[in-house]
Nanobody, 125 residues
């Protein structure tokens, strides 16, 4: 059974940093794309960042470019989202996801078959 478990969420002040981690288990994800999505109250889920299996291809939403960085450690089956210069607009539940077959980075939710339970990130002004 595939499991994705997010950690590292919480409360941060505007301008601060937060590091989200996602640990994958149940199968090998080393050859698959992984991504982060988020959903704010009253809004639809939106893509944040994604990374290809080898890590050299990434995708970022325009709203986070230059502030967030996605990375992965295939030896540990983990993907990390480093959030810098956080703003209140970044407040949302953040979800980790992995594809079932796609190897390139993608911002489309249809690419991803497995999802974590989500973790709250709150940025105070």
């Amino acid at each position: 059974q595939v499991q994705l478990v997010e950690s590292g969420g919480g409360l941060v002040q505007a301008g601060g940093s937060l590091r989200l981690s996602c640990a994958a288990s149940g199968r090998s994800f080393t050859t698959l794309a992984m991504g982060w999505f988020r959903q704010a109250p009253g809004k639809e889920r939106e893509p944040v960042a994604a990374i290809s299996w080898h890590g050299s291809n990434t995708y970022y939403a325009d709203s986070v470019k230059g502030r967030f960085t996605i990375s992965r450690d295939n030896a540990k089956n983990t993907v990390v989202l480093q959030m810098n210069s956080a703003t209140p607009d970044d407040t949302a539940v953040y979800y980790c996801a992995t594809s079932k077959s796609t190897i390139t980075a993608s911002g489309s939710s249809r690419t991803y078959a497995y999802w974590g339970q989500g973790i709250q990130v709150t940025v105070s002004s």
